[in-house]
């Protein structure tokens, strides 16, 4: 059974890091992009970065350049989103997702694999 289980989400001070894990089970990730994605209340689901499973190129929202650093380890089976200089604004659920292509694609209906999300939260 393919799965995948977020972790390290949690309550972070403004200008606080934390580091979102993104384990799979039930295949292995050599040949799927991995992108991560977040849903504030009330808003859209919305891309936040992709790794490839090509060449590990990688894609981030502009919002989220040189803050963010997507990373994957396949002898782990596991993909990791380093978050820091995080914002009151960065305050949502992170959701990874995968897809059997080589390639990222930054529309989040591409991703047919989801995990159940963990809840980030940038408050003082």
């Known amino acids: 059974q393919l799965q995948l289980v977020e972790s390290g989400g949690g309550l972070v001070q403004p200008g606080g890091s934390l580091r979102l894990v993104c384990a799979a089970s039930?295949?292995?990730?050599?040949?799927?992009?991995i992108g991560w994605f977040r849903q504030a209340p009330g808003k859209a689901r919305e891309g936040v970065s992709c790794i490839s499973s090509s060449d590990g190129s990688t894609y981030y929202a502009d919002s989220m350049k040189g803050r963010f650093t997507i990373s994957r380890d396949n002898a782990k089976n596991t993909v990791y989103l380093q978050m820091n200089s995080l914002k009151p604004e960065d305050t949502a659920v992170y959701y990874c997702?995968?897809?059997?292509?080589?390639?990222?694609?930054?529309?989040?209906?591409?991703?047919?694999?989801w995990g159940q999300g963990t809840q980030v939260t940038v408050s003082s």
């Open positions: 039930g295949f292995t990730l050599d040949h799927y992009a």
């Open positions: 997702a995968a897809r059997r292509w080589p390639l990222c694609s930054r529309q989040h209906t591409e991703y047919p694999y």
